[in-house]
């Protein structure tokens, strides 16, 4: 009985194939001191492995030589990569982090009836607290209305003065967005409007 030829060629280059593409059992393990070892014989008893599903590629190993050979090597190149990627994915949380949006605060009404009409800036930051939002819009020059320039005292305002705008956003707990305009440093306006 013959064997047909072209069976016999498609044998022999599918063990040709499998010779270059020799895949190996590499085992990995930390011992008691933290040292990570890979190696293809089994580790030693007690030892818990993990079995890797890596190609080796036999040649020779060589200090000089960029090519990485032994199991030794190319798992002391996984574990940088490794390293690496780790730091950089926690660079990566803390930027998220450190660029994230501040949580909205809000102005409960309780704080909002206690803001009045030319009250400075540091009392009504003691009120209110930090805004969610600050705008620098200038300053007032000659205003033709007047302008809030004391608690309970309002004036034409024909100096310079600084123009700020404090806005709290809308929380489900309180849905009104609140700006408090500033004029020169003190209360000029209280605006507040239901959002949803």
């Not at 302008?147 to 709290?168: D, E, M, P």
Request: glycine residues 8%.
């Amino acid at each position: 009985m013959k064997t047909p030829a072209s069976i016999v060629a498609v044998v022999l280059l599918a063990s040709a194939l499998g010779m270059d593409r020799a895949a190996a059992q590499v085992y990995r393990w930390v011992d008691e001191n933290g040292t990570v070892h890979y190696s293809q014989s089994s580790p030693p008893p007690g030892v818990k492995a993990r079995l890797l599903d890596i190609q080796v590629k036999e040649g020779p190993a060589s200090p000089d030589s960029k090519d990485c050979y032994t199991v030794r090597c190319q798992g002391e190149r996984m574990e940088e990569r490794l390293a690496r990627r780790e730091a950089l994915d926690a660079k990566l949380a803390a930027d998220r982090a450190a660029n994230a949006p501040k949580p909205v605060r809000g102005l409960e009404f309780r704080k909002y009836i206690s803001i009045e009409r030319g009250m400075t800036e540091g009392e009504l930051l003691n009120i209110a607290g930090e805004p969610d939002f600050i705008a620098d819009e200038g300053a007032v020059y000659d205003a033709p209305v007047t302008a809030q320039t004391g608690r309970h005292v309002r004036g034409g305002a024909s100096a310079a003065l600084s123009l700020r705008t404090y806005t709290y956003m809308p929380t489900p707990a309180d849905p009104f967005t609140t700006t408090v305009t500033l004029v020169g440093g003190r209360v000029s306006d209280i605006e507040r409007a239901r959002k949803f």
